[in-house]
């Protein structure tokens, strides 16, 4: 059972426009969410979390967006930089703040020149 | 800050024959510890994690185990690998008194021959 899922593997954005990546949910219970980037053959490195109590949360060039009520959040990175190519992993959690967190399958980004 | 360090980087081992992951934390104490397995083309899969020495909970049956002998030192184990244990393993920590982000160690890539 996927309580978390990114439908779209992989997405090509090209430099200087925006990337929207996507991720749904199934447990109502989840109260809080992260994104994370990774590497490969390295470890996911945080970029940005948002609570059940906001509907958005913005960092620099990186703003997550939740909707309760369809279960979905989304990354919106503007403007796409070469050096964001890289695997996203949408993550949730139940158990208060990023504690057993439940990971999507990611979804890998490539901003083309 | 804190930093997660994961030995080995990488592994080759043979069927049946056991293993031993480690990570160690520095730069805090008494953090919440986390091992997850990524198999290939898949998310993030969580393990086992601990709030404390010896208290561990499995989140996943399987023939590995895990084993907290020191406040920041975690171990996976398996007596007997399967080919199905192949895949890349990360440890994470929360800190104490701060939940709102995992952080991960670069992991170690394990395939089983």
């Known amino acids: 059972d996927q309580q978390v899922k990114q439908n779209s593997p992989s997405l090509s954005v090209q430099e200087g426009r925006i990337s929207i990546l996507n991720c749904d949910y199934t447990?109502?219970?989840?109260?809080?969410f992260l994104w994370y980037k990774k590497y490969p053959a390295e470890g996911p490195t945080f970029l940005i979390s948002i609570s059940s109590i906001k509907d958005k949360n913005e960092d620099g060039r990186f703003t997550v967006f939740l909707n309760k009520s369809a279960k979905h959040l989304s990354l919106h990175i503007v403007p796409s930089q070469p050096g964001d190519s890289a695997v996203y992993f949408c993550?949730?959690?139940?158990?208060?703040?990023?504690?057993?967190?439940?990971f999507g399958q990611g979804t890998r980004l490539t901003i083309n020149p | 800050s804190q930093t997660i360090h994961q030995w080995p980087a990488t592994l080759v081992q043979p069927v049946g024959s056991p293993l031993s992951l480690e990570c160690t934390v520095e730069?805090?104490?008494?953090?919440?510890l986390y091992w997850y397995r990524q198999a290939a083309g898949r998310g993030l899969q969580l393990l086992f994690y601990?709030?404390?020495?010896?208290?561990i909970s499995s989140e996943v049956p399987q023939n590995l185990s895990a084993s907290r002998p020191q406040d920041r030192q975690f171990i996976l184990s398996s007596k007997k690998l399967l080919l199905s244990d192949s895949g890349f393993y990360l440890c994470a920590c929360t800190l104490a008194g701060n939940t709102d982000t995992q952080y991960f160690g670069p992991g170690t890539r394990l395939t089983v021959l």
């Open positions: 447990n109502s219970m989840f109260d809080y």
């Open positions: 730069g805090t104490s008494n953090p919440n």
């Open positions: 601990s709030v404390g020495i010896g208290q």
């Open positions: 993550a949730a959690s139940a158990v208060r703040g990023a504690q057993k967190l439940v």
